[in-house]
Nanobody, 121 residues
Framework: QVQLVESGGGLVQAGGSLRLSCAAS????????LAWFRQAPGKEREFVAT???????NYADSMKGRFTISRDNAKNTVYLQMNSLNPEDTAVYYC???????????????WGQGTRVTVSS
């Protein structure tokens, strides 16, 4: 079992940046593909980014060039650097770990509780 705890969310003005962290415990993350998803108010959860066991990354189109996902296996942590934020990025952000890979939530077995990001205009 892997326990995931997100942090780093908060209130930021449009155009600003935040870095989210997701700390894992229970097992090392080096054996898992990792991802970030988000859920905006009144909307379904959507894919943000993923980083594979080997470090390859993939992003949703609307996040390309603004968000960067990274992993630090030594710290058992995955990060999401978010730049040029806009109000449409307001959501609860979740990290996930699993043996699958891709943009489907079904690929991931373990989920954090989420951290809220609010972007003001």
């Amino acid at each position: 079992q892997v326990q995931l705890v997100e942090s780093g969310g908060g209130l930021v003005q449009a155009g600003g940046s935040l870095r989210l962290s997701c700390a894992a415990s229970g097992r090392t993350i080096s054996s898992y593909n990792l991802a970030w998803f988000r859920q905006a108010p009144g909307k379904e959860r959507e894919f943000v980014a993923t980083v594979s066991i080997l470090g390859s990354t993939n992003y949703a189109d609307s996040m390309k060039g603004r968000f960067t996902i990274s992993r630090d296996n030594a710290k058992n942590t995955v990060y999401l650097q978010m730049n040029s934020l806009n109000p449409e990025d307001t959501a609860v952000y979740y990290c996930a770990a699993g043996y699958g890979l891709g943009s489907s939530q079904l690929a991931y077995n373990y989920w954090g509780q989420g951290t809220r990001v609010t972007v003001s205009s």
